[in-house]
């Protein structure tokens, strides 16, 4: 019963057979990978929004549906662009809603706000509160959440 136990030097291979990696090419690698990241964010935004302004012109074209302020249309652009990036965000940080998701969202949702005042002709009279209640909730999740 006189078992010895394995000394952690021991676990280890020698310095001589473990693999040199460069740090520049460990940058590159990292750089790469959030690269591809961001294409898949962009494809999905800018086939979003040309699906969104292609139904509304067709909409309008056939007289279903009438926009008398459809610039406003391109205020979506930026608010898909927020929310992709919260996604992005809260995929990278393991599903935790960090105060990276957080900005974006927040940020996405009053851009899309905007959007709406414009696009259905609605009065900022009565809208203001909204974007009021939406930087409370900002602020709350700041407050409650650590990361």
Known sequence: MNEETPHPEQ?????????????????????????????????????AVLVILGLVFLLRNTGIFELENWWALFILIPALGSFATAWNNYQNSGGR???????????GFILLMVSAAFLFSLDFGLLWPVFLILGGIALLFNALGSS
């Open 11 to 47: 676990d280890q291979p020698p310095e001589s057979e473990l693999e040199y990696q460069d740090p520049r090419e460990m940058r590159r690698e990292e750089r790469r990978q959030r690269r591809a990241e961001r294409r898949g964010a962009g494809g999905w935004v800018g086939g």
């Open 97 to 107: 809603f960090t105060a990276a998701v957080r900005g974006p969202l927040i940020g």
